[in-house]
């Protein structure tokens, strides 16, 4: 899932300088899951911002509401009316969201309550990795199921640099070295073979170096 | 003969080498080069010339090549894999070779982290394996990366890069067995001599040479052992404690601790190390890793017996 984070609320307030009407609008999705952007965090966002413009002897308005998704133009479009006499929206979706919201009402402005940080999952309660970086040319089958581009510091393809130790990234004691669970799991799927041919230097245009990226689904278009 | 360097020659004429490092200014202070370039001249058959090392901005190592090699050094240039990309780095090996530079040393280079601009992107287009390869395949195949030859038009002539290339191996890094295996790619992309990281834990480094020699590694490149003077104990704790991939023995800090004269005791302890290193099969010289202390490197390599230093024969 994307896992996102709420920036500053200081950050936020600055934002919304000199605006009236206000709406917040959350996502049920990816960032309602991860504790970022769902109804609740709509709930406490706007209270938050309601205090803060008090203090600032401000006469603003701040409103709520949550779609199911923020990434779909349709449930986006759903927002016509609730978004009628407000002049500015704040979104608490990911950097998709906040773009299909800008698309989709071009006359007003939208600014982004959360930073977008990753794609990955909950590793444990309260704690979210990073295990994709959406490089459009997968190769998990090659190295055990474990991607070197998103968890190696380096996207190194051809096993760990000198700065592994005890299974840890040379950049910080608490990152573990992708290549050291590269090489533990090819060790135990027995195919530490595998290891010892070189990966050749890989085509980044399908990543994001390749300019915008599109998937186009002939079979699927109307 | 790959390249031509000195450094190939000397190795093809079986001379224990010796090479060292220069570290280039972190501003723009010619003299400092030159400087350190006299200290080195006549000390180290070949100089590596760092790239922006621990991710700290200098003087590019091909601008401090050229002004080493000026003053008589024979330049080994490091290219890291962190601030380019494919083709700002095969662009920089033209560069270097038209300006007379003749080894190139692959790496993948410290994150950007450690250095003194953390915010900024890294590049990691290729990785050090990778870099060797496109090396080896510009020189051996007369190609660029993506395959096209390397000359102005389709009339005019082949003129590629021929650079004897070389790579670092750490010994100490985890995970222990894979760092042969490691090894065992570099060489099969196309490294002509190994520098390792610098060695204080002697046991643990026979291990992996032993594991080197019983694959014939030392048979298809030549290994330089990494050895580093040290100032102080409290230079060895920092390294232990916080540089990744270092193995260095509590004994050894000791006997810095209760040395009288630390930077003699290190100087001391660098010539015994090179010494031992001689007796380890497989072993064709030593680096000197004397990081901003390039004084002692003369020292050193008259101490360990290794001055003067060798001339090329005549052909």
């Given at each position: 899932m994307i896992?996102?984070?709420?920036?500053d609320?200081?950050e936020i307030v600055?934002?919304?300088?000199?605006?009236?009407n206000?709406?917040v609008?959350?996502?049920?999705?990816?960032?309602?899951?991860?504790?970022?952007?769902?109804a609740?965090e709509?709930?406490i966002?706007?209270s938050?911002?309601?205090?803060a413009?008090k203090?600032?002897?401000k006469?603003?308005e701040?409103h709520?509401?949550?779609?199911e998704?923020?990434c779909?133009?349709?449930?986006?479009?759903?927002?016509k009316?609730?978004v009628?006499?407000?002049?500015?929206?704040?979104s608490?979706?990911?950097?998709?969201?906040?773009?299909?919201?800008?698309e989709?009402?071009?006359?007003?402005p939208v600014?982004?309550a959360l930073?977008?940080?990753?794609?990955?999952l909950?590793?444990?309660q309260?704690?979210?990795?990073e295990?994709?970086?959406?490089c459009?040319?997968?190769?998990l089958?090659?190295?055990?199921?474990v991607?070197?581009?998103?968890?190696?510091?380096?996207s190194?393809l051809?096993?760990?640099?000198g700065?592994?130790?005890?299974?840890?990234?040379?950049?910080?004691k608490?990152?573990?070295?992708g290549w050291?669970l590269?090489?533990?799991r090819?060790?135990a799927?027995?195919?530490?073979?595998?290891?010892?041919?070189i990966?050749?230097?890989?085509?980044w245009?399908?990543s994001?170096?390749?300019?915008p990226?599109?998937v186009?689904r002939?079979?699927?278009?109307? | 003969?790959?390249?031509?360097?000195r450094?190939?020659?000397?190795l093809n004429?079986?001379?224990?080498?010796?090479?060292?490092?220069l570290?280039?200014?972190k501003?723009?202070d010619?003299?400092?080069?030159?400087k350190?370039?006299?200290?080195?001249?006549?000390f180290?058959?070949?100089?590596?010339?760092?790239?922006?090392?621990?991710?700290?901005?200098r003087?590019?190592?091909?601008?401090?090549?050229k002004?080493?090699?000026?003053e008589?050094?024979?330049?080994?240039i490091?290219?890291?894999?962190?601030?380019?990309?494919r083709?700002?780095?095969?662009?920089?090996?033209?560069g270097?070779?038209?300006?007379?530079?003749r080894?190139?040393?692959?790496?993948?280079?410290?994150?950007?982290?450690?250095?003194?601009?953390p915010?900024?992107?890294?590049?990691y287009?290729l990785?050090?394996?990778?870099?060797?390869?496109?090396?080896?395949?510009m020189?051996d195949?007369?190609?660029?990366?993506?395959?096209e030859?390397?000359r102005?038009?389709?009339k005019?002539?082949?003129?590629e890069?021929?650079?004897?290339l070389g790579?670092?191996?750490?010994p100490?890094?985890?995970?222990?067995?894979f760092?042969?295996?490691?090894?065992?790619?570099?060489?099969k992309?196309?490294?002509d001599f190994?520098?390792t990281?610098c060695i204080f834990d002697?046991?643990?480094?026979k291990?992996?040479?032993?594991?080197?020699?019983?694959?014939?590694?030392?048979?298809?490149v030549?290994i330089?052992?990494?050895?580093?003077?040290?100032?102080?104990?409290?230079?060895?704790?920092?390294?232990?404690?916080n540089?990744?991939g270092?193995?260095?023995p509590?004994?050894?800090?000791?006997?810095?601790?209760g040395a009288?004269?630390?930077?003699?005791?290190?100087a001391?302890?660098?010539?015994?190390?090179?010494?031992?290193?001689r007796?380890?099969?497989?072993i064709?010289?030593?680096?000197i890793?004397?990081?901003e202390?390039?004084?002692?490197?003369?020292?050193?390599v008259?101490d360990?017996?290794?001055?003067?230093r060798?001339e090329?024969?005549?052909?």
């Amino acid at each position: 899932m994307i896992v996102a984070e709420q920036k500053d609320i200081t950050e936020i307030v600055k934002m919304i300088e000199g605006c009236q009407n206000i709406l917040v609008i959350g996502c049920d999705t990816c960032v309602t899951v991860c504790l970022a952007g769902g109804a609740k965090e709509v709930a406490i966002l706007a209270s938050g911002l309601r205090l803060a413009l008090k203090v600032q002897g401000k006469e603003a308005e701040v409103h709520e509401t949550s779609i199911e998704r923020q990434c779909e133009k349709e449930f986006v479009d759903a927002l016509k009316s609730a978004v009628k006499g407000h002049d500015l929206l704040i979104s608490t979706g990911c950097g998709i969201g906040v773009q299909t919201i800008a698309e989709q009402f071009p006359s007003l402005p939208v600014i982004p309550a959360l930073n977008t940080k990753l794609l990955g999952l909950p590793e444990k309660q309260g704690v979210w990795v990073e295990r994709c970086q959406a490089c459009g040319q997968c190769i998990l089958d090659k190295t055990g199921g474990v991607c070197p581009i998103s968890r190696c510091s380096k996207s190194l393809l051809n096993g760990p640099c000198g700065g592994s130790q005890n299974g840890k990234c040379e950049i910080n004691k608490d990152i573990d070295c992708g290549w050291h669970l590269i090489y533990e799991r090819l060790k135990a799927l027995n195919r530490l073979e595998s290891l010892a041919e070189i990966m050749p230097v890989k085509n980044w245009s399908t990543s994001r170096d390749g300019g915008p990226r599109k998937v186009i689904r002939e079979d699927m278009c109307l | 003969m790959k390249a031509g360097s000195r450094l190939e020659k000397l190795l093809n004429q079986g001379e224990f080498v010796a090479t060292a490092e220069l570290g280039p200014p972190k501003s723009a202070d010619i003299q400092l080069i030159k400087k350190k370039a006299s200290i080195l001249r006549g000390f180290a058959d070949a100089v590596n010339i760092t790239d922006n090392q621990t991710a700290i901005v200098r003087v590019s190592s091909i601008a401090a090549g050229k002004i080493a090699l000026d003053e008589g050094l024979e330049p080994i240039i490091q290219m890291t894999c962190r601030d380019r990309n494919r083709l700002a780095m095969q662009a920089d090996v033209l560069g270097a070779y038209v300006l007379g530079l003749r080894n190139l040393l692959c790496l993948s280079g410290d994150h950007q982290s450690f250095g003194n601009h953390p915010q900024s992107k890294n590049v990691y287009d290729l990785d050090s394996i990778q870099l060797v390869q496109m090396c080896k395949n510009m020189r051996d195949e007369k190609v660029f990366q993506c395959g096209e030859e390397i000359r102005n038009t389709k009339k005019s002539d082949i003129i590629e890069p021929r650079m004897f290339l070389g790579v670092a191996s750490n010994p100490f890094g985890d995970p222990f067995e894979f760092r042969v295996v490691r090894l065992a790619k570099k060489i099969k992309a196309g490294a002509d001599f190994v520098q390792t990281q610098c060695i204080f834990d002697l046991p643990k480094f026979k291990t992996f040479m032993q594991m080197v020699t019983d694959q014939g590694l030392h048979e298809k490149v030549s290994i330089l052992a990494g050895v580093m003077p040290v100032k102080s104990s409290k230079v060895l704790q920092y390294m232990k404690n916080n540089v990744a991939g270092m193995s260095i023995p509590d004994d050894l800090i000791r006997r810095m601790e209760g040395a009288q004269d630390a930077k003699a005791e290190g100087a001391k302890i660098c010539v015994e190390m090179i010494h031992k290193m001689r007796e380890i099969p497989g072993i064709k010289g030593v680096h000197i890793m004397a990081v901003e202390w390039e004084e002692i490197v003369p020292t050193i390599v008259k101490d360990a017996g290794l001055w003067p230093r060798p001339e090329v024969a005549a052909e």
